[in-house]
């Protein structure tokens, strides 16, 4: 079931069996593996300019998994394939059926892991006719510099909202065409006008999802460690040395992103999070260099699952993937919460935007109006469970998200909470060498997605 690898060099023809054809790119090998549990991927080895020789996996094929989704899914440390489009793949069983179809995509989609419905591309695609390359991937970084390389292979990207004002300003991505997107006015109005202070008139993106940054924990084995019905109500939980110590026994992760997570500190500390003098951050630094001491890992996905299956007892992580964990956690008899702590948070959206080079606007404009059915929005907000600021999906929340505050954040609340805005380079540098020396300097070889945190520049 595996195909030969091909060697690919720029303008010259690929010899290879039938079933694998590349189309004309950048030298790299592209082929088909097994990994794991003999399950086949497309496997691509490309040159970094900084890295050297990297490879690149995705497109599992397994009965139980969509093919869309990239095989970190397992566990498996490595990123969304760049030059995905560039690799066009067929691969046939021994009775002749496809097991990966790759090849000849109207449209390229990239996204966060564990981020769209299950069956929301495939109807996207039924409604349509239009056959989608979905992909995913775990680093706001990564895909800020494959946008910027003007190379990115993708046309429709998400993308954090403090990252769009840079990039659009960069000539990475293109305008929004809103007479192509007929649902564009079932946004609600109230999102569209917090994105819009910092992208005007809304030209460059729109808001899939309000995100915040909170405590997923094991209620069970809190309650073990601090007693029955202790309430989580401050960042104290993790930010006081003595509990955190406690906290280790039962295991303690971190989402590994510099300025989200050293935002949320700095706000805890009643500091500016956007201060560009690095003495402000020294405070920071010495609580997070603690705090790290403690952690079991720093990762931006992989707490999801060892929330529910109670690998971790809690995690700093984002809002809708830790109700993603509670769901998951309940065929496991494991009560897992998400808590906006009382001293607030930092939260942001998560945006569509169209890269500079894409190939297929038009298609991708179609997803955008797709995703802003009501319909399909309800249907997707309920299923990856974040707020979607589509009017209807808003109304039509599952009662258990309507009614939970650090979901459907309150008034009062939200005067609390930090809205994470375009940082200068001098921050970006700042918190760099915060995070980098948190981890070197925390004496705990805590495991990361990156050997160091990646920067903006």
């Not at 929330?307 to 700093?316: D, P, V």
């Amino acid at each position: 079931r595996t195909a030969r690898k091909t060697r690919i060099h720029k303008n010259k023809e690929p010899v290879s069996e039938p079933e694998t054809s590349v189309t004309d790119a950048d030298v790299f090998e592209c082929g088909v593996e097994n990994v794991g549990d003999s399950i086949p991927v497309i496997a691509i080895t490309t040159k970094d300019q900084s890295d050297g020789v990297m490879k690149f996996v995705t497109e599992p094929v397994a009965e139980h998994v969509s093919k869309s989704r990239a095989s970190w899914d397992w566990g498996y440390k490595v990123p969304a394939v760049p030059y995905y489009e560039a690799c066009s793949v067929s691969v046939k069983d021994e009775d002749g059926s496809v097991l990966i179809d790759n090849a000849d995509a109207d449209v390229n989609i990239w996204n966060w892991s564990d981020y769209i419905g299950e069956n929301t591309v495939a109807d996207y695609e039924k409604a349509t006719g239009f056959k989608a390359n979905y992909a995913v991937f775990d680093s706001n970084e990564m895909v800020e510099a494959r946008l910027l390389s003007g190379k990115s292979g993708f046309d429709a990207v998400m993308m954090v909202s403090y990252y769009v004002p840079r990039l659009a300003k960069a000539g990475a991505l293109q305008k929004l065409d809103k007479s192509k997107i007929p649902n564009w006015g079932n946004l609600d109005p109230v999102r569209m006008k917090a994105l819009a202070t910092i992208d005007p008139d809304n030209e460059y993106a729109f808001p899939y999802t309000e995100i915040s940054v909170g405590i997923g924990y094991n209620r069970q084995k809190i309650e073990e460690i601090f007693g029955k019905d202790f309430k989580i109500t401050s960042w104290d939980i993790l930010f006081k040395p003595e509990n955190a110590h406690k906290l280790k026994q039962c295991g303690i992760a971190v989402l590994d992103s510099p300025i989200e997570v050293i935002s949320t500190v700095m706000h805890y500390l009643g500091k500016n999070p956007s201060s560009e003098k690095a003495s402000d951050y020294d405070d920071a630094l010495e609580l997070l260099t603690k705090l790290a001491s403690n952690v079991s890992y720093f990762h931006s996905s992989r707490y999801i699952n060892d929330l529910a299956s109670g690998e971790i007892c809690m995690a700093i992580g984002y809002s809708g993937d830790v109700l993603q964990a509670t769901q998951r956690a309940k065929s496991n008899n494991i009560d897992v919460q998400y808590v906006i702590p009382d001293e607030g948070s930092v939260f942001w959206f998560d945006c569509w935007t169209m890269a500079a080079n894409a190939d297929h606007y038009d298609q991708a404009s179609a997803w955008f109006n797709y995703l802003l059915d009501p319909e399909a929005a309800t249907k997707n907000a309920n299923e990856i469970r974040y707020m979607v600021p589509v009017k209807a999906a808003i109304s039509g929340l599952d009662q258990d998200l309507k009614d939970n505050p650090s979901l459907n954040i309150p008034a009062e609340k939200m005067e609390k909470m930090y809205f994470l805005t375009p940082t200068t380079s001098k921050v970006t540098k700042i918190t760099n060498r915060v995070w980098n020396s948190m981890k070197l300097n925390s004496g705990n070889d805590t495991e990361s997605e990156e050997d160091e945190a990646e920067g903006w520049d």
